[in-house]
């Protein structure tokens, strides 16, 4: 088992091997010269590293400032959305099943994207892990362990692989201009519901996040990444106002609160810059790449790559998403706790990811307010959907107090719990 797990950690679990792999096939099978299969392979994975790297600096800041400075200002304790930590409980607890899910659904995907109309391969590795995880986790609670839940589980993940990418291609060809591009993210479904609210306002479609007039004081902002930096210091310095400078020392910060300010909101733009950098480096070899297995493994297959895949279409409906995501969660997790009794902690981090989609997808059918509301939608969704995925695993998770936080995770996990609870005791 250990062996076997060693394969799945290294391969296909991780993006950056997977998709440098998928990059090296694909260039074989067209028979490109060995010089241009090494540049291609190479340029592919330094495209996933400099991409994480840019994504590490973002999720830095969130994680290490803005997410205990805004649970400080305003008192927050309770649920913690936190994939990873769901991650490490099934992992110790539940290890050979959730590694023979990984490799079953990654196997069902190939087949189904063969054999059927959806052509997608699903290549967000992390979410691999992910989703096992999440379905183990909650089909454990339905007492279904074993080779039972193997293969549920692989089945339920490996549709969702095709399923999850199809619902959303139409949009997709509309934000990228055509690019044979696939959306492989667990934060599909409500990508797809910021788009169909979107429509709401269809008449105001071609005022878009990306035709904002701005006043001459604002110009800088014409640039995405300095209108990023920007709202960062506004969030730090409104977070730090109200949870006091001398918190910031708890936070083994020692420069003053301006040098503070500035340094951490410009870091934050940068990472966005690197990131997107990342984007392009990556798609570009990827799309050669799958010309080749198009041709010749799965007929008109399209790559489902991970969310900041779109971020170069549309980037000021990220930051317009993030925003709408960030006051739509934070106000609807104090309006929830009172409903529920449970305070679901806001989950920062995802609010600038799969906000800023939302945002994207909401701009594509409604410009800028579909903008707004598709990215508050996000809000909302990571507050309801993780709250019902723990009630569901509170059996195991209860004692832990933490939760999945993707959209998609929180369903898979519901709907596995669901069909495992029909065979309860098995395994």
Known sequence: MDILWSIITNFLTDSTILIGLVVLIGLLIQRKSADKVAIGTMKAIMGIIILNTGAGVMSGVIA??????????????????????????????????????????????????????????????HHFLYVACAVTIAMACAG???????????????????????INQKSMNEITGGQPLAMGHFGATGYWLAGQAGKLFRKSKDKGTENIELPKWLAFAKETVCAVSAVMFILLAVCVGAAGTDYLSELGVSQNVVTFLVTQSITFGAGLTILLQGVRMMVSEILSAFEGIASKLVPDAIPALD?????????????????????????FSIIFSFVVGTYVVPPILEFFFMGGAGGIFGNNTGGLKGAILGGAIQGILFIILPYLYFIVCNAILGPYFVTVVDPDFCWAGIISYGIASLFGGIG
């Open 307 to 331: 969310v900041p895949v779109i971020f170069p279409y549309a980037p000021n409906a990220v930051l317009i998403g993030f925003l709408s995501a960030t006051v739509a969660g934070v106000a």
């Open 64 to 125: 290490n400032y803005l997410s205990p400075l805004l649970m400080k200002a305003f008192n927050i304790q309770g649920l913690v959305p936190m994939t990873t930590s769901v991650v490490a409980i099934a992992t110790a607890d539940y290890g050979a099943t959730v590694g023979y899910i990984i490799v079953g659904a990654f196997v069902i995907n190939l087949i189904l994207a063969r054999l059927t109309p959806l052509k997608y391969i699903f290549l967000a590795g």
């Open 144 to 166: 279904v362990v074993g080779l039972p839940a193997v293969i549920i589980g692989s089945l339920l993940a490996g549709t969702l692989y095709v399923v999850l990418p199809a």
